[in-house]
């Protein structure tokens, strides 16, 4: 900018070198208007202050050019405009970074808080649905039903005995579940998805399972891979429909609409919530987002 002003005014004094060149010149003419007769000496003198008027015209052009140039631009203005700009892209830039930092634990709340309903909720489905240890606490079995199953065939009469139903390994499921569930803790995520998804195969029937494919599908939306997040919450709710996993399975499958900026698809799925299931906490959250939206 300085260089551009230098030579703008470099430019603009050379016709004021050339008009005092000029002037010399007339000065001149009188002590050699000897050596010319008065007709030639008038002659030169007027095509002098011709040129002295132009060249003062133009030297006038150039200088208010000049200065219509700095007062259009405010070059003062400009810096002072560019300096306050600079001083609030650095807050913006904190100010971004605090927030980031602040929604990065709020996710770490949210996912340790639906961590420990998740624990809860099996605890509870363990208690609900395990046969009491040696017998003690059940039902008695019904007289004329004594299958080893509950609600089972009744055995055979006679010696015959009846077929050997082997249990589900409940102690190796959870195991398995556990250390699926540790390496979604520990952010790694690709291999939860990998353990997430095999328990939920191989153990299809175990009441794990919908809990297995919710959790691999919460892994895949921290990996930003919403689509296939929501391909498995689809899964859960299609082969678990009565699972508790649900209402919050539709909850994921909102936020990864949103954050693929599908709009529409976000309020289906919400609204599917707060209609399906009007009691959840799941529902509260989405009326919130609905509200917002």
Avoid: C, H
Avoid at 71 to 95: P, T, Y
Wanted: proline share 7%; glycine share 8%.
């Amino acid at each position: 900018m300085k260089e551009r002003e230098g030579s703008g005014m470099r430019g603009a004094l050379a016709p004021v070198v050339l008009v005092l060149a000029l002037a010399a010149q007339l000065a001149a003419v009188p002590a050699r208007g000897a050596l010319f007769d008065d007709e030639e000496a008038r002659r030169r003198v007027e095509s002098l202050r011709a040129r002295v008027d132009q060249l003062e015209l133009a030297l006038q052009d150039r200088m208010r050019a000049l200065e219509d140039t700095v007062k259009s631009q405010g070059l003062v203005d400009l810096l002072r405009d560019i300096e306050q700009i600079k001083g609030d892209i650095a807050k913006l830039r904190g100010q971004n970074e605090v927030l980031s930092y602040e929604l990065e634990q709020a996710s770490k709340r949210q996912r340790d808080l639906y961590l420990d309903l998740d624990g809860r909720l099996r605890k509870l489905e363990s208690a609900g649905g395990a046969p009491a240890a040696g017998g003690q606490g059940g039902p008695p079995p019904a007289a004329e039903n004594t299958s080893p199953l509950p609600g089972g065939p009744a055995a055979p009469p006679g010696n015959a005995r009846p077929p050997v139903v082997s249990a589900p390994d409940v102690a190796g499921e959870q195991r398995a579940y556990d250390a699926a569930l540790d390496q979604f803790k520990s952010g790694n995520y690709p291999a939860a998805v990998t353990s997430f998804q095999s328990f939920a195969r191989a153990n299809p029937k175990s009441a794990l399972a919908p809990s297995a494919l919710y959790w691999a599908g919460n892994a895949q939306y921290a990996m930003k891979d919403y689509r296939a997040a929501i391909a498995t919450q689809r899964q859960l709710i299609a082969t678990y429909p009565d699972s508790q996993k649900v209402p919050d399975a539709l909850l994921n499958i909102a936020s990864s609409y949103s954050e693929m900026r599908d709009n529409s698809g976000a309020r289906r799925a919400l609204e599917e919530i707060v209609a399906k299931y009007p009691g959840t906490e799941a529902a509260g959250k989405a009326r919130q987002r609905l509200a917002g939206r």
